[in-house]
């Protein structure tokens, strides 16, 4: 019995002890978890960091980008000026066309993207003052050479305005590439102060924690196994997020075969529309000036009274070489277009459809004035598209085009009454270059069954989001 009450009395002390010991392992293991929980909270807060740095910096590049885009656009207005100016050829004065076609959504997009770089406050106005005036200043270039011709080659002989204006606007481009090569490069920079200050933060903080529970470890080996515990479950998150690194190069490779493929279908269908160009200029044109060359050759060694039927024939053939050329001018740009808007441009290319052989159509299209110059050119090459497709493969006899304003939102419609909508081969793309021209004004498109037969297309724009 004194044995007894002698060995618990003896035993009490390293109970206490082992008392004392696991307490100080779970005051040990609690900092451990707080040095924990503070290095995950400081490498989130990093994470946040980097990728807002990130984000600026690919916004600065895209915006180098844009300008660079808005520059060459620029150029492009200037070459065709330069080239119809000096050579009066309207051919000369395509650049300028496309170009000026594109240049305000690109000029925009440039603005906005440059309004959201961070830390940049970019003040339009000057720009738009020099950007304002170049474009005049070239269309009342092109307006005066073609209503002046070549006097005013010599009346505009000494102007420099025109290099002035550019190198102005060269200017303010220069300074805005310089202010975002600046933000990409700040930007770069501090993700990769970020990225050293977290890592060496964590790592100081990984060694503090650890070593507080390998002591707590010691003291308590129960904690080994919560400490493989979230190893394990660290493992298991680093294979998750290489996991999903990888779907994400796999989505963005797929997007870029994607790209490639449209860009390839776009170059395939413009050297479609040059060759076909080129055919009827050859075909129409070269047969009417190789007759015109074999009637004046005709005219050697003629009487005058002989000469009157070469006139005529003369007469003639030039009457019909302007009406090709008008025809091949009007299907590479309408003016009606340009002058009169979307609904008389229709209204004519539906008689000409229709003299052509194609099938009858009507027209009646309304509030086209409320369309900007990038809608109305859209939806005037859906129905061309639209039409040479009903033409060619849907057998129709009738065709109708409406066009109306409902709500702030232009819809346009196209019907037939052919033989409705068919199979689309793997390498058709009507339908495809009329939907990404609806999208190409922000608006949505729409291939379906028109009642009680035949093939509808609608379009509808929102006019407030172009």
């Not at 005058?304 to 302007?322: C, F, R």
Request: aromatic share 6%.
């Amino acid at each position: 019995m004194n044995i007894s009450a002698e060995f618990e009395s003896t035993d009490a002390r390293p109970k206490s002890a082992l008392l004392d010991y696991t307490n100080l392992a779970l005051f040990l293991l609690f900092l451990g978890l707080c040095a924990f929980i503070f290095t995950a909270q400081k490498s989130f807060h990093s994470v946040e960091q980097v990728d807002l740095h990130n984000r600026t910096s690919r916004q600065a590049l895209e915006n180098i980008n844009m300008i660079g885009e808005t520059m060459s656009l620029l150029k492009d207005i200037e070459t065709g000026q330069r080239g119809y100016v000096i050579t009066g050829d309207d051919a000369y004065l395509q650049p300028y066309i496309e170009a000026r076609a594109q240049f305000n959504e690109t000029y925009e997009k440039m603005v906005r993207g440059l309004d959201q770089s961070t830390g940049h406050k970019f003040s339009r106005k000057k720009l738009d003052e020099l950007v304002g005036k170049r474009i005049a200043r070239a269309e009342f270039v092109v307006n005066e050479r073609r209503a002046k011709g070549n006097q005013f080659l010599r009346e505009a002989a000494a102007h420099g305005q025109d290099r002035n204006l550019m190198d102005q606007i060269r200017q303010e481009i220069g300074v805005l590439e310089d202010e975002q090569r600046r933000l990409s490069g700040e930007r770069i920079q501090n993700a990769k102060a970020v990225q050293a200050s977290s890592l060496q933060l964590n790592f100081w903080l990984s060694v503090g924690g650890t070593i507080l529970m390998i002591f707590s470890a010691v003291f308590l080996l129960r904690e080994r196994g919560i400490r493989n515990f979230a190893e394990e479950k660290l493992k298991a998150a680093n294979m998750s997020l290489e996991q999903m690194v990888q779907e994400r190069t796999l989505q963005l490779q797929k997007a870029l075969e994607r790209i490639k493929s449209f860009a390839l279908e776009l170059d395939q269908s413009i050297e479609r529309e040059r060759r076909r160009l080129a055919r009827e200029v050859h075909d129409q044109l070269g047969q009417v000036f190789t007759s015109l060359k074999l009637v004046v050759l005709g005219t050697k060694n003629q009487t005058p009274e002989s000469l009157e039927k070469h006139v005529a024939e003369i007469s003639q053939l030039l009457d019909e070489g302007i009406v090709a050329s008008r025809r091949i001018s009007s299907e590479l740009r309408p003016a009606l277009l340009d002058d009169f808007g979307l609904g008389a441009a229709v209204e004519h290319y539906a008689k000409t459809f229709t003299s052509r052989g194609g099938p009858k159509m009507t027209v009646e299209v309304a509030h086209d004035h409320a369309l900007s110059g990038l809608q109305a050119n859209q939806l005037f090459r859906i129905l061309q598209e639209a039409a040479t497709n009903a033409l060619r493969h849907a057998k129709a006899e009738n065709m109708e085009v409406e066009g109306k304003l409902i709500n702030n939102v232009y819809h346009f419609s196209i019907s037939d009454d052919g033989i409705g909508p068919q199979p689309i081969r793997k390498d058709a793309s009507g339908v495809r270059n009329m939907r990404e021209r609806a999208a190409l004004v922000g608006g949505s498109f729409q291939f379906i069954p028109a009642k009680p037969k035949g093939t509808c297309i609608q379009i509808t724009i929102p006019l407030q989001s172009e």
